[in-house]
């Protein structure tokens, strides 16, 4: 008798299931790209981290708040630090040195997220950590501290109780302007090592707890799979902090057999085929060979759209119907 190397883990189904047609907004910690790159990659309908990467779940509320009361954003709410203007409930992507510029990047995001948000079926939010960073003088946790200095703020670990609330706050907005919403939660398994290992662990189980008393909500155990299926620093980069390639597959590939609808993967099955030819690079793009490679792709692509008019291949057919540039 064979004895397994991990236990096994058993949750659940999404109820409904995630089709093509579908529309997925993500929001939340880096694990949140992770999940985005294979959902985009596998051509489903998607936006990402309207205010860029936030790690706590204040910040992830205020972020979509902004969405919901279609906030634009002025001169007063950013300010000025080292050359650069920043805005506390924004990551750093969205600053820049001339003020215009920052503001413009923040409201044409904002703008583009909400009309998302109004047709959107589902929220994936990924937390990241229960700690956050209480702006002293704003009277605020924010998204990011832009590298400021620390006696500007009080790190703070929130509790179960004052989590929930915020989240159950946040769906209520959520769904007075798109009823139709789904919320599905799951908690990120990159480790925040430099909080410390035991606080990071109590971080984590407050995120957990304050999620599952949610009603109205789907859990996805993304931080289970690693930490506990997985359960092994091989499945870690080299700073032993985040997931590999190797665990985020693996976590991927639970997420489709739970949460995308099984009549979708023949046709992510094809969607594969066509990524890899579209990032295959031929030894001689003028060989006979590589011009067959061409067209047999662009007539699958063809195909697909055929029977799938809402997905975008545009760049892949335009790229499958190029000719060699004969110098």
Request: proline share 4%; charged share 20%.
């Amino acid at each position: 008798m064979s004895i397994p190397f991990h236990l096994p883990i058993s949750f659940g189904n999404l109820e409904p299931s995630i089709k093509h047609t579908d529309k997925i907004m993500l929001i939340g910690s880096c694990f949140t790209e992770h999940m985005s790159k294979f959902l985009a990659k596998a051509k489903f309908n998607l936006v990402q981290n309207s205010h860029g990467i936030l790690f706590n779940p204040i910040s992830v509320c205020d972020a979509l708040h902004d969405l919901c009361v279609s906030k634009e954003y002025t001169s007063t709410d950013i300010f000025q630090y080292e050359e650069y203007w920043h805005s506390w409930r924004h990551h750093s992507d969205f600053s820049d040195l001339e003020q215009e510029v920052c503001l413009n990047k923040i409201n044409v995001n904002i703008s583009l997220h909400r009309a998302f948000l109004r047709e959107l079926d589902y929220i994936i939010i990924t937390l990241g950590s229960a700690f956050g960073y209480y702006h002293l003088n704003e009277k605020m946790i924010v998204g990011n501290n832009h590298r400021a200095p620390a006696n500007w703020f009080e790190k703070k670990l929130l509790s179960a109780q004052e989590i929930t609330i915020a989240l159950e706050e946040m769906q209520r907005q959520v769904l007075k302007l798109n009823p139709k919403a789904k919320f599905i939660y799951t908690i990120s398994p990159v480790r925040h090592s430099r909080d410390g290992l035991i606080e990071n662990n109590r971080s984590k189980a407050r995120l957990i707890e304050a999620v599952h008393a949610l009603q109205n909500a789907y859990y996805f155990p993304a931080y289970e799979i690693v930490i506990d299926v997985l359960r092994d620093y091989r499945f870690y980069d080299v700073d032993l902090v985040h997931p590999n390639y190797q665990a985020t597959q693996h976590v991927w590939e639970y997420f489709v057999s739970h949460c995308i609808d099984e009549k979708c993967l023949p046709l992510m099955r094809q969607l594969e085929q066509i990524y890899k030819a579209f990032h295959h690079r031929p030894k001689d793009v003028r060989s006979q060979a590589h011009q067959k490679f061409l067209a047999e792709h662009k007539a699958i692509c063809k195909e697909i759209i055929n029977s799938n008019t809402y997905l975008n291949l545009t760049d892949e057919i335009a790229y499958f119907n190029s000719k060699p540039i004969i110098l």
